[in-house]
């Protein structure tokens, strides 16, 4: 089947079906219950699929060049003439870790200053992989927030969060809820 019909095809596939197709044509699961985006996700990748079978199908021997050639391509090349999914591959070769970011601006823009030599290159060594994170809802009226802002950059901190870790931290001590403050000293340590 073409990959025209193919991705004409995704439409009619439910939910369930568009996971488990994600999952062959993408190469990792997830946990997506939007179509559409699913639907676009792998009507990429079956159209980077299909480009890329035609392009190695008209190389010979001699014309086509090594894998690593291939890899670290020349900061000349055109990179907004690239596909999300091409972008994300020169990204890993370039910086040296994966880029799930659907973005094209954002990962030429990377690519461009890890080539400049302005970013970390490789793995994120202060990435605490182990360790689950949960993101706290905390609602605040605006004028509050720029007065916390303010105070945040007077007292030498890294942002909001570093104010709001350090406080609960103090709270939290002097409350004599020692335990819990002991693991937040962790967090406010860095």
């Given amino acids: 089947m073409s990959t025209k019909k193919q991705i004409a095809n995704l439409a009619k596939l439910k939910l369930n079906q568009l996971q488990a197709k994600y999952t062959e044509v993408i190469g990792k699961e997830t946990r997506s219950h939007n179509k559409t985006f699913l639907i676009r ?3 990429e990748a079956l159209q980077a699929n299909q480009n890329s079978t035609k392009s190695d199908a008209g190389t010979t021997p001699e014309t086509s060049v090594s ?39 954002y990962l030429i823009w990377k690519i461009r200053e890890a080539r400049k030599g302005r970013i970390p290159i490789g793995p994120r060594k202060s990435a605490r992989q182990d360790v689950a994170f949960k993101v706290l809802p905390l609602r605040m009226e605006s004028a ?8 945040w950059k007077r007292q030498g901190l890294h942002s909001r969060a570093d104010l709001f870790r350090k406080s609960l931290h103090i709270f939290l001590r002097d409350s004599g809820e020692n335990e819990v403050a002991a693991l937040l000293a962790e967090d406010v340590k860095r």
């Fill in 144 to 151: 509050i927030v720029e007065k916390l802002d303010g105070v």
């Fill in 41 to 43: 996700k792998i009507g």
């Fill in 67 to 105: 894998a690593s050639a291939a890899a670290v391509a020349p900061a000349t090349e055109k990179l907004s003439k690239l596909t999300v999914l091409e972008l994300q591959a020169r990204y890993l070769d370039v910086v040296g870790r994966a880029s799930g970011s659907p973005n094209k601006a």
